[in-house]
Nanobody
Framework: QVQLVESGGGLVQAGGSLRLSCAAS????????MGWFRQAPGKEREFVAA????????LYADSVKGRFTISRDNAKNTVYLQMNSLKPEDTAVYYC??????????????????WGQGTQVTVSS
């Protein structure tokens, strides 16, 4: 089992920044990668960004490309999501997820085995 604990959500004005953190613990030795998803009220959960633990390659949704950056600290088993130039449409509950499935389906939430509890991000206009 892998446990994920998120932090860093909050309320920010449009154009502002936030950094989310996700600390992984437990059986992290077989984690293939981690990602961030988000879910706004009345909408389906959507992919935001992902990072491979094999080669640190990253992938982003088009809606956040150029504004968000995913990174990780190997020593701390922690993944970060730096969110800049935030927009009201970024408002959602953000979930951290980890996977040990080895394939290229980073956008697919069903490929992630473990999930955090979620953290609320609210961007005011």
């Amino acid at each position: 089992q892998v446990q994920l604990v998120e932090s860093g959500g909050g309320l920010v004005q449009a154009g502002g920044s936030l950094r989310l953190s996700c600390a992984a613990s437990g059986r992290t030795f077989n984690v293939y990668g981690m990602g961030w998803f988000r879910q706004a009220p009345g909408k389906e959960r959507e992919f935001v960004a992902a990072i491979s633990w094999r080669d640190d390659s990253t992938l982003y949704a088009d809606s956040v490309k150029g504004r968000f950056t995913i990174s990780r600290d190997n020593a701390k088993n922690t993944v970060y999501l730096q969110m800049n130039s935030l927009k009201p449409e970024d408002t959602a509950v953000y979930y951290c997820a980890a996977r040990n499935f080895i394939n290229s389906r980073w956008f697919d939430s069903s490929q992630y085995n473990y999930w955090g509890q979620g953290t609320q991000v609210t961007v005011s206009s």
